[in-house]
């Protein structure tokens, strides 16, 4: 079992009630695994957590930037709160170091990892806000995740994926970018997608993903690495 008390420490967060913390990193796969386990999965907290982490940045964003469109504050929150993000704070704080997860889960890497650090970052939210309130909720988070803003801007990260192609390639091959589903696979409730992205008659990269939608912004990402863009 890990050792909670300590990452408490590492998070310089002092928990009145410890077992919240332990909540917040165990994954329900652990509880499937461990049946007479005595406590909670994290989805609740998480949910939680969301909701808070959505707010605060909100208020965040909303005030630092007062001359900006609901539309760039909608972009700017998107990339400091997407899976990605949150699971690079995650991975940052050692999060990884500390989940209850099962066998299985424990080897996920990738998108599937990333998910669950995700939701554990949020979740850690959720127990400092029920623990301590909304203060330190916010300290958390300023110190985790308001600081990646400056960049997220410099480096265009708020754009979406498929954006940020369309526009790059745009202007430097005079070509809006189309994107084609080149198989389906699986069953109606857990299909997967290839998209691959084309400029012209070329592809560039392909995706994968549960949705076209995703699998979509996933050849768009693999299309600005393959191009250097």
Do not use: C
């Not at 707010?55 to 997407?82: I, M, Q, W």
């Not at 300023?142 to 954006?163: F, L, P, R, W």
Request: hydrophobic share 40%; no cysteine; proline share 2%.
């Amino acid at each position: 079992m890990p050792d909670f008390l300590q990452f408490s420490n590492e998070l310089n967060i002092k928990f009145n009630n410890q077992n919240l913390l332990i909540e917040a990193l165990t994954h329900r796969s652990y509880l499937n695994e461990h049946r007479d386990y005595v406590g909670s999965h994290n989805e609740r907290l998480e949910f939680l957590g969301d909701a808070v982490l959505e707010l605060v940045v909100t208020d965040f964003l909303f005030k630092k930037f007062p001359a900006k469109s609901e539309g760039e504050l909608t972009s700017y929150r998107a990339a400091l709160v997407n899976t990605v993000s949150l699971a690079e704070s995650a991975k940052a704080l050692g999060v990884n170091d500390y989940m209850l997860l099962s066998k299985g889960e424990s080897k996920d890497t990738g998108r599937a990892r990333d998910v669950i650090l995700a939701d554990a970052f949020e979740a850690i939210i959720g127990a400092i806000y029920l623990d301590s309130g909304y203060e330190k909720a916010e300290a958390f988070i300023a110190k985790n995740v308001y600081i990646k803003i400056d960049e997220i801007i410099s480096k265009g990260a708020h754009q979406d994926a498929k954006s940020r192609f369309q526009e790059l390639s745009q202007e430097k091959k005079s070509i809006t970018p189309r994107y084609e589903t080149l198989s389906e696979v699986g069953p109606d409730h857990a299909r997967t997608f290839t998209v691959g992205v084309f400029i012209g008659e070329k592809e560039i990269a392909r995706g994968e993903g549960q949705s076209k939608q995703e699998a979509e912004q996933l050849a768009a990402e693999a299309g600005l690495k393959k191009m250097n863009w």
